[in-house]
């Protein structure tokens, strides 16, 4: 359930009636069905799945995720052991109540 | 691969890891929904490392794993007949039915064939037409659409030999059957990031408002799980239930509308079964009126079906999250990938199937211990 | 290119070379296609022999046309290795079956300890198989044997009817001299040994997946079939008994081959996933199918388990060799989790890679 993965537009052209784009993957072209994502045009990144683009990937939106990550734990690193941080959550007994007011 | 190895930093994983320890204080129960990520979080092994009081429960979103028996059955009835082009994704032929599995029929002569795309079996019968080509259509919502296009097309060129078996289940009805039933114990969710590239989150909300969890959309590298663990932790600490969408690059709230509008054409609701968990009403499309004629179910009566799970098999109770496939008696003992008893361990999805191929038969400690000798990235 | 099912007539697939222009002597001119009567014996089997088998592989020990092959070999002991050869498609980007079948066999003799010297070569074919189409596979043959620096000394052809057959299968069975003061086998590996592999993998199994029908895709990715024996020498001549077992991972992938030594030598195997060396296309094209490289076949590396001290030197002679550029120190053998191969993943958690099971099917999910 869904081994999608990210590729880049290099042609786009019409099939049998059907939007057809060959789609770069890290160098391995295939050729996959635009029909659903018609906003696409050369040149942009798609998600792929079973032959199928499903969505645009928004660039800008992926290049600040991953600037996030990058940030993430660098600023953090003094504020407290993981130890510490783990033995924490240990400690409270498994409960199905996230405040922890029932027992079982 | 631009796009998906900057998402598999180890580095980054790792300081995303400590930062999901310094802000647990409570032990939670999570549940990622979909098989995809299941077999991520275990291959990657991002549950070695998250902190011991949060344990990740895997849940049923292996459409493999949850396709009727007697499903199976039929499939392999029907790609045993002569005269008949049975295509399937490779996911589907080691899938035991009653009595063996797709590639077993391959063997006996069956015309069983792998493809990548539903188009590519169109193709076969466009090239075909003295056979008449059935499609194996198994799969949640992201798997829909292409479904959806390639009954489409074969209606659109008059197709008389092309037919689609279909098992189209819905992830939202089987996350309320999981939240609704007693003794659940799941406090969080990661919603399948891929199925909502298509259906978009909307439908969320109710949910998380009925039952109070948090409901995060996923994507799939270890770097966006680690971040949608993340996000649901931060909302389970401060008492929160809302819908986030860890997943912007992919997903948006509406989803995809051209492929939700063909799927509107074709499919309709319908209860489905689920394998291992029974019934839930609603959770699954079928072919609507109009593209009726296109059900291999219709075209091909298959009856007479004696349908058996194998009474060792515990793969309801791994779908549910009620036990890990460790726990199941037959783990690695009557039941291996090579003799499967149940779809959880032939499928790459399944949770079972994880567990084996990642070696979750050593013990935390032991897998942990394993490999000191090397030097390398030092572990988080 | 020719779309055919399982069953039915042999076809041409586009990679086949083009061999209009062949010009070894070839009176068979009225037989275009391979008919029961070349299996038979025969004139028509003589005509093969004469006119394809012969000029191609020319050498002595052939030339006598005996229904053995007398072959002179020192004294000493002698290894000798068989396999069967049923690739589908037949010619792939980067080879052919018979490039397979030549280096196949002298692999498996050479990472024995063996020089080898003789081959055999048995032919199955289908009726209706085009007669070109042979030519070019004895070509490849023909040259992958003198690359290699072996002889196919003798050799038989039958053929099935039409629908019994896939075409082509070729079987070639191999002897080869064994090395004095060498002793590899796969009992052999030892706690504290390192692991090296000659070059990237995945490159074979991919390269068959890419024209493969159903799932094919662009892509520059090419077979690295190749004789491994000369590479092979180069180490031995260098840390002799250093090297203390070694094959080359075919079906099955790496994976497949450390743990059958894991099993055989009654050790474990750690390996650093990150070190694995992966072309980038091989890694996109698995990704896109949703397979893993340490599973898919190679048809020209070679896995070494070798005394830690002299790890660093069998580097440096396989980077000096042509088919050595890209070899790696992938792990160690440990007396820890005796016959599991554990890898440590880029996130710094460890995995267990069990050997496969069947073969890997592309998957969507």
């Known amino acids: ?104 | ?380 | 290119m020719g779309e055919e099912g399982k069953a039915g007539s042999p076809v041409a697939r586009k990679d086949a070379p083009d061999f209009s222009n062949w010009s070894c002597p070839l009176p068979l001119v009225g037989y275009p296609t391979i008919v029961m009567g070349h299996g038979g014996g025969g004139k028509l089997g003589n005509e093969l022999v004469e006119h394809l088998f012969l000029p191609a592989f020319r050498n002595p020990a052939l030339e006598n046309l005996g229904d053995a092959a007398v072959l002179d070999l020192p004294a000493g002991r002698v290894a000798m290795s068989t396999d069967s050869f049923v690739v589908q498609p037949l010619f792939f980007p980067g080879g052919s079956i018979g490039e397979l079948a030549v280096n196949g066999t002298v692999n498996d003799l050479s990472v024995s300890g063996a020089e080898p010297k003789f081959l055999s070569a048995s032919f199955i074919l289908e009726e209706g198989f085009p007669l070109a189409q042979l030519a070019a596979i004895v070509d490849d043959m023909a040259k992958a044997a003198a690359t290699a620096g072996v002889q196919i000394v003798t050799g038989d052809t039958k053929v099935v009817e039409r629908g019994h057959g896939d075409g082509c299968y070729i079987n070639t069975a191999g002897i080869g001299v064994l090395r004095p003061g060498i002793q590899v086998g796969p009992h052999r590996a030892q706690a504290g040994d390192a692991i090296l592999v000659s070059g990237t993998i995945g490159d074979h199994g991919m390269a068959i997946m890419s024209v493969r029908e159903g799932l094919e895709f662009e892509s520059q990715i090419r077979s690295d079939c190749a004789s491994l024996n000369g590479l092979i020498a180069e180490v031995l001549q260098a840390v002799g008994p250093a090297v203390h077992a070694m094959r080359d991972p075919t079906r099955g992938g790496l994976a497949s081959t450390l743990n059958e030594i894991a099993q055989s030598s009654g050790v474990g195997m750690e390996i650093d996933e990150p070190s694995l060396p992966v072309r980038p296309q091989v890694q996109s094209a698995c990704e896109l199918l949703g397979l893993d490289p340490v599973y898919v076949a190679n048809e020209g590396k070679v896995v070494f388990f070798v005394a830690p001290e002299a790890a660093e030197q069998v580097l440096q002679v396989l980077h000096s060799h042509p088919l050595g550029r890209e070899a790696a120190r992938i792990g160690r053998v440990t007396a820890e989790h005796p016959r599991m191969l554990v890898a440590r993943t880029a996130m710094g958690a460890n995995r267990v890679i069990p050997t496969q099971i069947g073969e890997q099917l592309p998957r969507i999910c």
């Open chain 2, 1 to 380: 691969m631009k796009y998906l190895t900057e998402f598999r930093n180890g580095e980054i994983a790792q300081r995303m890891a400590r930062e999901i320890h310094q802000i647990t204080t409570r032990p939670w129960k999570i549940m990622e929904v979909c098989g995809g990520q299941t077999h991520s979080i275990i291959k990657n092994g991002i549950d070695q490392m998250l902190p011991a009081g949060i344990e990740m429960i895997h849940g049923p979103g292996c459409p493999v794993c949850v396709t009727p028996l007697e499903l199976i059955d039929k499939a392999l009835a029907i790609a045993a007949q002569p005269g008949v082009i049975f295509c399937s994704f490779g996911d589907m032929l080691r899938v035991p039915g009653t009595e063996g599995d797709l590639f077993q029929v391959k063997g006996a002569g069956g015309d069983v064939r792998v493809v990548y795309s539903p188009l590519d079996a169109v193709d076969l019968a466009v090239k075909n037409p003295d056979k008449q080509v059935v499609f194996f259509g198994v799969g949640f919502e992201t798997t829909a659409p292409a479904n959806a296009m390639s009954v489409h097309v074969a209606k659109r060129r008059g197709l008389k030999n092309f037919s689609l078996l279909v098992s189209h289940v819905l992830v939202p009805p089987a996350i309320e059957a999981i939240l609704s039933a007693p003794g659940n114990l799941v406090q969080g969710f990661l919603l399948a990031g891929h199925v909502c590239s298509v259906m978009g989150y909307w439908e969320y909300p109710p949910l998380a408002e009925k039952y109070k969890v948090p409901l995060v959309v996923t994507g799939f590298e270890p770097l966006d799980l680690l971040d949608g663990i993340r996000r649901t932790v931060v909302q389970l600490e401060a008492g929160r239930h809302e819908v986030e969408n860890a997943y912007e690059r992919i997903v948006t709230r509406q989803g995809n509308l051209p492929a939700q509008k063909l799927l509107g054409e074709v499919f309709e609701v319908t209860d489905r079964a689920w394998r291992g968990i029974g019934v839930i009403p609603k959770s699954g499309w079928r072919l609507n009126a109009e593209y009726r004629d296109f059900d291999a179910e219709e075209r091909f009566h298959i009856s007479g079906i004696r349908t058996e799970e194998s009474p060792l098999c515990h793969a309801g109770d791994v779908l549910r999250g009620a036990i890990k496939p460790a726990d199941c008696p037959a783990f690695g003992k009557e039941c291996t990938p090579r003799h499967p008893l149940g779809a959880t361990m032939v499928s790459s999805e399944g949770a079972c199937a994880a567990y084996f191929n990642y070696g979750r038969f050593l013990s935390a400690e032991e897998l942990a211990g394993a490999g000191s000798g090397m030097t390398g990235v030092a572990r988080g």
């Open chain 1, 1 to 104: 359930m869904c081994l999608a993965i990210p590729g880049k537009v290099e042609e786009i052209t019409t099939e049998d009636g059907l939007r057809v784009g060959r789609v770069n993957f890290g160098g391995v072209v295939k050729r996959v069905c635009l029909d659903y994502v018609p906003e696409l045009e050369v040149g942009d990144f798609t998600i792929v799945h079973v032959g199928f683009a499903l969505s645009k990937i928004d660039e800008e939106t992926a290049e600040k995720t991953l600037a996030d990550f990058r940030e993430m734990g660098l600023l953090d690193e003094e504020l407290g052991t993981e130890e510490e941080a783990f033995a924490r959550a240990a400690v409270a007994p498994q409960s199905a109540c996230p405040d922890g007011s029932c027992s079982n």
